[in-house]
């Protein structure tokens, strides 16, 4: 249930196509005061509920945006100084315990 007010102001951001979606739900998570235990914003869990948010009163979502590249952010940046376009795949194998 969304806190009063917050409902218009969605109603007015996704109808500005200048907004994305995270910044929309970013704002919407803000209005709204979701936070984890530690007080910090839950943007994920904003950007998670925002298209059920927008089907719920029939209003349009902004475009998706894709970073540069095409890939998602968490593997946009460099991982131990390789680029992970040219990682190769990691294999799982069981590790010897060692007993003391």
Do not use: I, Q
């Amino acid at each position: 249930m969304l806190k009063p007010g917050t409902a218009d102001w969605l109603r007015d951001a996704l109808g500005e196509s200048a907004l994305s979606r995270a910044a929309v739900a970013r704002r919407l998570g803000e209005l709204d005061g979701w936070r984890n235990r530690k007080g910090e914003l839950c943007a994920a869990s904003a950007r998670k509920g925002l298209p059920e948010l927008a089907a719920e009163f029939d209003l349009p979502l902004p475009p998706a945006r894709r970073r540069a590249g095409g890939l998602p952010a968490a593997l946009s940046a460099p991982v131990r100084g390789e680029n992970v376009s040219t990682m190769s795949r990691v294999s799982r194998k069981p590790t010897p315990t060692h007993r003391t």
